[in-house]
């Protein structure tokens, strides 16, 4: 089950459940719309991965007890800022590469 971190990785933006500016990659590492335009080149720093919209996990209790009430969303705050110049040297060999072909 998807932790839904609260906070971008990167620059700490609160990313809430129901956020539509959250992205994660396969390994459900968390950042905001900007970061993956702006400062990482849909490049994810940790796996190489792309990034993808996060799910929204229901408010409500539709059916089966399957929503936020019972399946919260993570506070856990994991705050890593990327180190840029690392991340460009990293990213530099894949960034052309589509992230389906990674």
């Known amino acids: 089950m998807l932790e839904l971190r609260p ?3 990167h620059c700490n933006k609160a990313l ?7 992205r ?3 390994y459900e590492c968390t950042f905001c719309v900007a970061c993956i335009e702006h400062v990482l080149g849909n490049v994810c720093p940790n796996c190489g991965g792309g ?3 996060r799910p929204i996990r229901p408010s409500t209790n539709w059916k089966a007890d399957n929503f936020l009430g019972t399946d919260p969303a993570s506070t856990k ?3 890593l800022p990327v180190d840029l110049a690392a991340h460009e040297r990293f990213s530099a060999k894949i960034k052309t590469i589509p992230p389906e072909e990674r």
């Open 51 to 53: 990034f993808v919209p």
């Open 77 to 79: 705050v994991k705050h």
């Open 24 to 26: 994660i990659c396969s």
């Open 7 to 9: 906070t971008c990785e």
């Open 16 to 22: 809430p459940p129901d956020s539509l500016e959250a």
